[in-house]
């Protein structure tokens, strides 16, 4: 998110710390428009009827031919030994009216004051793009992608622009699709309606559960993907919200198939965070926990999951400030809302309900990055969420590592954040820890006191 220096360890040393980048957000089955007003609400029904199917790269295969990719290894079964390629019913959905024609690169409109009006589109439909096919790969898990060093394969994969079609996921590439955001695979979904040169605004976001199939994912659409964790999204678009909104995502192009956003650090959709110092998470409780990445830049919605069980270590993502997204000429961080143990993963990764103590409102929030602008050093944070003071964490977490310096810590016993043997009352104060070149920052989740 963005970056307010806050003065701590020395005297003299400014760190970078997280900061919720926060926006108003609608949910149910509506349009919710992102910008400098209120925002405006459509509702479209839309009749639904749910198949139970195989789907790979967005056909429908037989059981057949599904047991055949087991054999062969190219499919895997379910972590229920059940055979299956997507734990994603699929929703057949009236179709949508033709969406409007978008450049990404475009001017500012004629009528700047609301969204162009929609183009006619031909009847006759555009053929696919010749050349090779996508690399086939089912749904799965997470930590599936990313081997025991961090490394994922798919990942270094480099993406076919203009080949594969807005309605199908893009798997192979080191994406997962998210189920539980009911937007067929993708974490957002942003249609900016101004397109000016001074940025975009009145950014429509497709909200939660609107399309099970992915169809949502229109032309002049960003359609936003999580990368698994130790990586980063890299696609996104050079123009962004003229009022201080994030876009992210490939980009649906006129035609309806994907391409690297032209503001793209990379050729692939996900590219590994620093390897100037590395963030792990050890889980020595007795019930799981979901530590979720914000989809950033994009809708900043707490999406990416990242569920640690009981004994596992696990890998979380952490930029280098110079080399990852700038916010209006400032670098971010890697941002992360910590759920109590036991929050169920769809719960606990998405937008919650005041009060509920998960999601947006769970207790805490980490951030953490790599300054290799000024002081070459890493910096992790931990702090109370904001927005919910009177929620509080069922465990300990502590920060350690060799090369961590002045660890932080959050004690459940006393309720307080603590940096070494420094604790506090104030909920508004955090916890910024800086980490050596070459060092490991592990967040340790314990019942210790």
Known sequence: MKLPYLFVL????????????????????????????????????????TLIVYMLEGHMISEDEVRQGIANGTLMWGDDGVLSSSSVPVTLATPAPAPPQHDQNADAPTNPQGPALPVQQSSEQSASPTGSPPPQQSSGNWADLV????????????????????????????????????????????????RGGDGFDDITTIPKGSC?????????????????????KLSFPKKQGRTGQSVGGLYCNDQGFLEMADGSIGKTLCGYGSRNMTVRV???????????????????????????KPGENSFLANPDQGKYFFWEGKPTTAHYYVNKQGVPEDQACTWGNALEGKGNWSPTIFGTSWDDINMNTGFSSLKQNELSKSERLDYDITFTGDAVVAPCKYRKASNKYCQGDDCWDDKDRGCTASIKQGGTLVLVLSDDN
């Not at 007003?37 to 459509?42: E, I, K, R, T």
């Not at 990942?155 to 539980?180: I, M, T």
């Open 10 to 49: 020395t005297a003299v040393a400014a760190v970078a710390a997280a900061t919720p980048h926060l926006h108003g957000h609608r949910h149910g089955h509506e349009l919710v428009k992102r910008g400098a007003g209120p925002d405006n609400v459509v509702y479209a029904p839309v009749a639904v009827e």
């Open 147 to 194: 081997d025991k060093d961090g490394y994922c394969a798919s990942c270094d994969k480099e993406f076919p622009n203009g080949k594969l079609p807005c309605s199908q996921f893009p798997l192979g590439y080191g994406a997962l699709p998210l189920s539980h955001e009911g937007l067929g695979g993708w974490s957002g979904i942003q249609d900016p309606q101004y």
């Open 212 to 232: 099970s199939d992915g169809s949502c994912c229109d032309p002049g659409s960003f359609c936003s993907y999580g990368c698994p964790n130790p990586y980063l």
């Open 282 to 308: 050890h889980n020595r409780l007795a019930k799981a926990v979901s530590i979720c990445r914000t989809d950033y830049p994009g809708t900043e919605s707490m999406t990416f999951p990242l569920t640690v």
